[in-house]
């Protein structure tokens, strides 16, 4: 255990659906990052929250909605999805600002048809 | 661009040998180089870390070795056992987390 926890860890949905992703750090970090696992692509930073403030953006597409209440839980709204967003989705969190290492949720495997 | 990139996707080793996967960067600022490790259906797992004032880290059975001349990261593994076998990711930041790279990964495969 990463002391980072993802749920669900899978989910297929419709591309009318709505769901989200939810992810809960128990390590006192207060950043939190979504990450995209594609097949046969390098981890795609999709958003970062730095003291529960968005910081970064990579130009992820509307339908991904980030939301973070507090330092320890962030969640992914997902909506009106298309089949080529089906990937890993993958939660970090780190502390802000020096350089350490991040800890990384188990992923949830979302599948969208 | 900025890019981390592996200059092998696979690698099989046999059981006991040293593994070696190697990294390159392109971003001379980068001043903080993490190596991950990604079992089958889990998230990626943090190995070691190396700080560009060091060319060489040692942790348990893995060494990361950094040359900044030539912008090159490797993670030796001693001794590899079949649970090191994985995908290994390097990874890249400079002033903060919040711009660290991936590279695209090596899988390791162990052969018994």
């Known amino acids: 255990e990463t002391g980072v926890t993802q749920t669900p860890r899978h989910l297929v949905m419709g591309m009318t659906n709505k769901k989200s992703l939810k992810c809960e750090q128990h390590?006192?970090?207060?950043?939190m990052y979504w990450y995209k696992q594609s097949a046969k692509k390098p981890l795609e930073l999709m958003f970062v929250?730095?003291?529960?403030?968005?910081?970064e953006n990579n130009s992820v597409p509307s339908r991904f909605s980030p939301e973070c209440p507090n330092s320890s839980h962030l969640f992914l709204h997902l909506h009106t999805l298309q089949p080529e967003d089906s990937a890993l989705y993958l939660c970090?969190?780190?502390?802000?600002?020096?350089?350490?290492?991040?800890?990384f949720g188990q992923g949830t495997r979302l599948t969208v048809v | 661009g900025e890019s981390v990139g592996l200059h092998l996707p696979t690698l099989s080793v046999q059981e006991g040998d040293n593994s070696i996967i190697n990294c390159a960067y392109s971003n001379s600022a980068s001043d903080y180089f993490i190596w991950y490790k990604q079992e089958s259906g889990k998230g990626p797992q943090f190995i070691i870390d190396?700080?560009?004032?060091?060319d060489k880290r040692q942790g348990q059975r893995v060494t990361v070795l950094l040359n900044k001349t030539v912008k090159h990261l490797s993670l030796q593994i001693a001794a590899t056992q079949p649970g090191d076998s994985a995908v290994y990711f390097c990874?890249?930041?400079?002033?903060?987390?919040?711009?660290?790279?991936f590279g695209p990964g090596t899988s390791l495969s162990v052969i018994p």
């Open positions: 390590l006192g970090h207060n950043a």
């Open positions: 190396i700080r560009s004032n060091m």
């Open positions: 929250y730095s003291l529960e403030e968005r910081v």
């Open positions: 970090a969190s780190s502390l802000s600002g020096e350089n350490t290492e991040a800890f």
């Open positions: 990874a890249e930041t400079g002033s903060s987390y919040d711009k660290v790279i």
